[in-house]
């Protein structure tokens, strides 16, 4: 069973964000102010306005307390009017002002997170989650706080009148309150339930959009539908259950509420028939029992939106209260110098010096991936990374980015271990071409631009050049300014990868890394990668990551990992030339060659 977080800190971490609008909020003040007032008053004019009309037949008197009550009751609507536009504008400012926080915490969330995230979830907490916030701060929350002035005003004027006939009315009070609180708690739960459905439905759609060519290929569409429909009928009941018990809070109140004004209509009755009380005093508290319990009813009809609302804050503050990438900086954390343009090092700037010094790392405790690795990459130099998947070598570039921390040992750029130095200039001094690139929806300028944002047309269209992009960018319908799809869709694999490599150059960090770039490609589109690669890899130090041997024969250096080892360092001729195992992958790969080509 899942239980909820304490609704008052939900509430109290809200109140936050909505005390930020204080202009709005004084609006929101003041309205309310007018409609408990009228709330207060105008029961009392209506029983003002019976007592002389039954003693001395005075209509002249009665019509002027008609004027009055009708100038109250339009002012009334108007600080109504002014209530809710207010609230609506306070909801849209808080929404907003959540979700950019929550979109900036993600963007601080250590990649470790995004491991065990659902994405789908991420982005329901993200869209739906912050909307039924947004849905729960705005009317209900300015109906609670002039429901609560009501209350108090209320029960003040009976007070003054007759302290019988309040206690009369208060009579059903401990009911109300009894009921409101038990069900608040069953709601809250159930709602926080059907949130957790919601968002593990949107990451099952999420994964399966994604994944729809081998759902395709495999033709699984039947399982998928079953496996959907599950988890659909699962958030229908949750749904159906949270809406059952919330659905209970109105039909209650409501029987309450008419108990409550029978038995203050026979006891009012009763007192006027023996003269303690007036006629109009008794019809003053008949329209006060109602008014008493309507700021209850007004509560149970926002009651779904409410508790909906607090159990999306919860799974909102839940992301929020995860510890960031950020946290883990120390106070006193080196920044790392700027990146040297390609070029050799100058005072103050970064040369691409890199050292794994004894590294150890494991995703799980106790299971290392890395086991006791040691090289060095001395600024300039190509060093090339070969071995068997799921030896370890796309984990040496996590580590390098700081995506996760060394469990044991120290990685050092430029003498500085990593762990001591900023994020931001650890990050800033690499570029990373992976196997599979990312590119966004965007033209195919700002996709390049988002190497360096400051860059210039001029300067990307160079970039672009460089890679060997320029000549496919061109034939494209408006050239640079051309749309791209999700993730690039609309392009092949090695254009994709072209640009990714522009954007890399357009960066210019000091140090490179190539992460597999040319093992999904054909040949001759492997060809014009590597060209480009050629291009970007001048000047700079260069950890090459490689499937094909044939890429990477031109290194400074080659290490051959194995389970996490480095087994074997030298030249391609060194390493032939020793007969191991770098020699019996690369004898393979030609076998497999020249059997492809005959």
Known sequence: MVKPKNAREALARLAHYIKQQRLLLGLV?????????VAVIAPRLVGQAIDPVIATGDFAALGRLIVILAGLYGLNSAASWVQQTCMTVVSNRTTRQLRHD????????????????????????????????????????????????????ILAMMLSLNVKMTLVVLSMVPVTLFVALNVAGWSRRHFRRRQEALGELNGYIEELVGGIRVVKAFTREDDVRASFARRNRALRDTAYRSELVTGMFMPITHLIDNLGFTVVA??????????????????????????????????????????????????????????????????????????????????????????????????????????????????????????????????LISLLARFYPVQSGRILIDGVDIAHATLKSVRGSLGIVLQDSHLFSDTVRENIRFGRL??????????????????????????????????GRNLSQGQRQLLSIARAILADPAILVLDEATSNVDTQTEVAIQAAMLQLMKGRTSIVIAHRLSTIQGADKIIVIDDGRIIETGTHRELLAAGGHYAAIYESQLISSDSEAS
């Open 266 to 395: 026979l006891a009012g009755g009763l007192m006027a028939a023996r003269g303690s009380i007036s006629v109009g005093m008794a019809a003053t508290f008949i329209i006060y029992s109602r008014q008493f319990m309507q700021p209850v009813k007004e509560i149970s009809n926002q009651w779904n939106t409410v508790q909906s609302g607090l159990s999306g804050a919860e799974r909102v503050f839940e992301i929020m209260d995860s510890p960031s990438e950020e946290d883990a900086e120390a106070a006193a954390a080196i920044s790392l110098p700027a990146a040297a343009n390609g070029a050799a090092a100058t005072a103050g700037r970064l040369a691409g010096h890199v050292v794994f010094d004894h590294v150890t790392f494991g995703y799980i405790p106790d299971t290392p991936v890395l086991k006791d690795v040691s090289f060095e990459a001395l600024p300039g130099q190509t060093v090339a990374i070969v071995g068997a998947t799921g030896s370890g070598k796309t984990t």
């Open 454 to 487: 400051d860059a210039t047309d001029a300067e990307i269209e160079h970039a672009a050049r460089l890679a060997h992009a320029d000549p496919f960018i061109r034939r494209m319908a408006k050239g640079y300014d051309s749309q791209l799809t999700a993730d």
């Open 29 to 37: 003040f003041a309205a309310t102010l007018v409609i408990s007032t």
């Open 102 to 153: 929550l979109f900036a915490k993600i963007q601080q969330l250590p990649l470790p997170y995004f491991d065990g995230a659902a994405q789908g979830d991420l982005m329901s907490r993200l869209a739906n989650d912050v909307d039924t916030v947004g849905l729960a701060t705005g009317q209900p929350t300015a109906q609670l706080f002039s429901s609560s002035l009501s209350i108090v005003g």
